[in-house]
C-alpha cells in the first residue's frame, strides 16, 4: 500500500531531479551573454535560488543534483577559459567551491520539508481516524454495534 502511495511522490521527484539538471545548463547558457558585463561571481546567485527551488519541491536528490550541474554550468559558460572545465581565476575556484557547498547546504535542507509534511499528513489521518472513533463512541448503542472490531 505505501508503494502506491509513494509512486507519485517518487514520479515526482524524479521530473525534479531531471528538471533541476537540465534547468541549471539551460541556465548556465542563459548567463552567457552576461559574461562580459559582469563577473563570473555574480553569476552564482541565479543558481543558488534555481538550487534552492528545486530543493523546496523536489527534495534531496533532486537538490544535489542541480547544486553540482549548476557549479559544473556555471564553470563550463561563465569562467575562462569558456566551454571548458577548467578554472583560471583562483577568485573563481572560490566561487566554484562557494557555489557546490551552498548548494548542498539547500539540498540538505530542502530534505526536510519534504520529511514534515509526510509526517504531518501521518498525524493527521492518525487524529481523523481518532475522531471517528470518538465520534462512534457517543452513539447510544452498545459497544459491539459501535466497534465490532475491538469487541468481537
Known amino acids: 500500500m505505501d508503494f502506491i502511495q509513494n509512486a507519485p511522490e ?19 547558457m542563459a548567463l552567457v551573454p552576461l559574461r562580459d558585463s559582469t563577473s563570473a561571481s555574480n553569476c552564482a546567485f541565479p543558481f543558488m535560488a534555481l538550487t534552492i527551488a528545486v530543493a523546496e519541491f523536489g527534495g534531496r536528490r533532486s537538490a544535489v543534483v542541480t547544486a553540482l550541474v ?69 452513539s447510544p448503542d452498545p459497544v459491539k454495534q459501535v466497534l465490532p472490531i475491538i469487541s468481537g
Open 10 to 28: 517518487e514520479a515526482e521527484s524524479l521530473i525534479y531531479l531531471a528538471g533541476g539538471g537540465i534547468g541549471a545548463m539551460l541556465l548556465g
Open 70 to 138: 549548476s557549479a559544473l554550468s556555471w564553470d563550463f559558460f561563465l569562467t575562462q577559459p569558456y566551454l571548458r572545465l577548467t578554472i583560471a581565476g583562483k577568485h573563481d575556484i572560490i566561487a566554484f567551491v562557494g557555489l557546490a557547498v551552498c548548494g548542498l547546504i539547500a539540498a540538505a535542507f530542502g530534505s526536510r520539508r519534504r520529511r514534515r509534511i509526510a509526517d504531518l499528513g501521518s498525524a493527521r489521518s492518525h487524529l481523523d481516524l481518532l475522531h471517528s472513533t470518538l465520534h462512534r463512541m457517543e
